[in-house]
């Protein structure tokens, strides 16, 4: 279950998020009626990354809510990684993946989990890894922090984990605060 800041926050940003686009879609289109090329082209610019953003936004409140429903059970193994799986897929479709290839839990504590996986990558001169890493309090369970990075530029040695943002062709942070 999603923990009730985790989701008070991210519905608050996101609602943020609706209302500037929804701002910016009438700003634009005023400015293609009446306004001059360079001023239509800013605006679409601007338009396009809160698209993005909001996007994002949205995956990200998903992902935060399987990663939540995350178990373990004994004999069995995790439960939940299917949805997570699911949920990664979703949010990188804009950013160039093509379906999720498998997903595994590489790391596990009270405080974190941190799961790698391999993506169908758009376009295909790009490494296929993907890591998303949820960082929770350990009294509440609440999340915290979320990390997801896709798609390795630099270095391109598969499996082969990149050590700073900039080797990676996506990366998306959530920091929550309440």
């Not at 953003?53 to 809510?65: F, M, Q, S, Y």
């Not at 391999?118 to 993907?130: E, F, G, I, M, Q």
């Not at 990075?149 to 998306?172: F, H, K, L, T």
Request: negative net charge.
């Amino acid at each position: 279950m999603v923990t009730d800041s985790f989701d008070a926050i991210m519905r608050r940003g996101i609602a943020s998020l609706q209302d500037r686009v929804a701002e910016l879609q009438g700003q634009f289109e005023e400015a293609r009626m009446y306004g001059d090329p360079a001023e239509v082209h800013r605006l679409r610019t601007h338009l396009d990354e809160a698209r993005s953003r909001l996007g994002d936004a949205k995956g990200i409140a998903a992902l935060g809510e399987s990663a939540s429903a995350l178990s373990y059970e004994e004999g069995e193994g995790w439960h939940g990684l299917d949805r997570c799986q699911d949920a990664l897929d979703d949010l990188l479709y804009s950013h160039g993946g093509d379906g999720m290839y498998f997903l595994e839990v590489v790391e596990e504590s009270p405080t974190r989990i941190t799961l790698v996986g391999d993506t169908y990558w758009l376009p295909s001169t790009a490494a296929n890894l993907v890591e998303a890493t949820f960082d929770f309090d350990q009294e509440s369970r609440a999340i915290n922090r979320v990390v997801v990075r896709a798609g390795v530029v630099v270095g391109n040695r598969r499996y082969s984990r990149p050590e700073i943002d900039e080797q990676w062709a996506v990366v998306i942070r959530v920091a929550l605060r309440s």
